[in-house]
């Protein structure tokens, strides 16, 4: 049974940093999609980031330049840095997983059928 389980977060002021984490237990796909996302209240989940078995990395317009995904394949954990942070950013933040190339959407939530629990970020002005 695959199990995502997040961490990190928290609140920061405005142009500070944070960084998300997602373990994947259970997940022993060699080739695979992780991504994360995220939902402020009263808006529909958005992505954020994604990254493939293959290194290749995909992010929203909105923080490009700003965030930064990445994966330890040894320990199937993947990592959302998030520097410059804006109040626009605050929102909870979800990971996603599931085996398979990432394809031509992946930022689309319809791509993953395993997601975590969530984790709230807070950036204040």
């Known amino acids: 049974q695959v199990q995502l389980v997040e961490s990190g977060g928290g609140s920061v002021q405005a142009g500070g940093s944070l960084r998300l984490s997602c373990t994947a237990f259970?997940?022993?796909?060699?080739?695979?999609?992780m991504a994360w996302f995220r939902q402020a209240p009263g808006k529909e989940r958005e992505a954020v980031a994604a990254?493939?078995?293959?290194?290749?990395?995909s992010y929203a317009d909105s923080v490009k330049g700003r965030f930064t995904v990445s994966r330890d394949y040894a320990i199937n954990r993947f990592y959302l840095q998030m520097n410059s942070l804006k109040p626009e950013d605050t929102a909870m933040y979800y990971c996603?997983?599931?085996?398979?190339?990432?394809?031509?959407?992946?930022?689309?939530?319809?791509?993953?059928?395993?997601w975590g629990q969530g984790h709230q970020v807070t950036v204040s002005s």
């Open positions: 996603a997983a599931d085996g398979g190339r990432c394809g031509l959407n992946p930022l689309s939530p319809r791509r993953y059928n395993y």
């Open positions: 259970g997940f022993t796909y060699t080739m695979y999609c």
């Open positions: 990254i493939g078995s293959d290194g290749i990395t």
